[in-house]
């Protein structure tokens, strides 16, 4: 148990479906990031948030939004999506320098 | 931006054996992380070692920041340690991750 809970841990949607994923961090930690793993790449990051601000924004598509109510909550919210988009979507969270990461929402766009 | 290389891609052990997982990286950094992701997609911190050498039970690593690589030794390895093991470096604002060893470890 890492402290960061992500839900669903699994998810199926059509194209033209609306769905949301959820991250909430029991850490205190006062910075979340949203990061992509498809098979056989790298993870790349997508968002970053410290404070509830964004400060990145990592040239991603205008499909998922992303959503930091507070510092301990952290949303992605999808619409639209396309089949290459179906990946492993890991939440992490950090103070300082180490990231603690959720287990992550299987995604599967059909 | 930084690039991350770490060999082998794959491995494969019988339980009981050593290994040494290596991350290359093409510029000066503040910060380096290993990670373990196992066959469930779970991501565990094991590291946080920009420069010289840290040890947690049968896993150590090594940072030489001046040559640009860090080394992750797995002692007397066992099945639970299959997965694939993340070398996560940062220059400023900017984390990038290797591609990842996968390890498997055969009973």
């Known amino acids: 148990e890492t402290g960061v809970t992500q839900t669903p841990r699994h998810l199926v949607m059509g194209m033209t479906n609306k769905k949301s994923l959820k991250c909430e961090q029991h850490?205190?930690?006062?910075?979340m990031y949203w990061y992509k793993q498809s098979a056989k790449k790298p993870l790349e990051l997508m968002f970053v948030?410290?404070?509830?601000?964004?400060?990145e924004n990592n040239s991603v598509p205008s499909r998922f939004s992303p959503e930091c109510p507070n510092s301990s909550h952290l949303f992605l919210h999808l619409h639209t999506l396309q089949p290459e988009d179906s990946a492993l979507y890991l939440c992490?969270?950090?103070?300082?320098?180490?990231?603690?990461f959720g287990s992550g929402t299987q995604l599967s766009v059909l | 931006g930084i690039q991350v290389e770490q060999s082998p891609p794959d491995l494969i052990l019988q339980e009981g054996a050593n290994s040494t997982l290596r991350c290359n990286f093409s510029?000066?950094?503040?910060?380096l992380q290993w990670f373990h992701q196992n066959p469930w997609g779970q991501l565990i911190n094991l590291f946080y070692?920009?420069?010289g050498t840290k040890q947690n039970g049968r896993l150590s690593a090594t940072t030489v920041a001046t040559e640009r690589y860090s080394l992750l030794y797995i002692s007397s390895s066992q099945t639970t340690d299959s997965g694939v093991y993340f070398c996560?470096?940062?220059?400023?604002?900017?984390?990038?991750f290797g591609a990842g060893t996968r390890l498997t470890v055969k009973p």
């Open positions: 992490a969270s950090s103070h300082g320098v180490e990231l603690f």
């Open positions: 850490l205190g930690h006062n910075a």
């Open positions: 948030y410290n404070f509830k601000e964004q400060t």
């Open positions: 510029d000066s950094v503040n910060n």
């Open positions: 070692i920009p420069s």
């Open positions: 996560a470096v940062e220059r400023g604002n900017d984390m990038r």
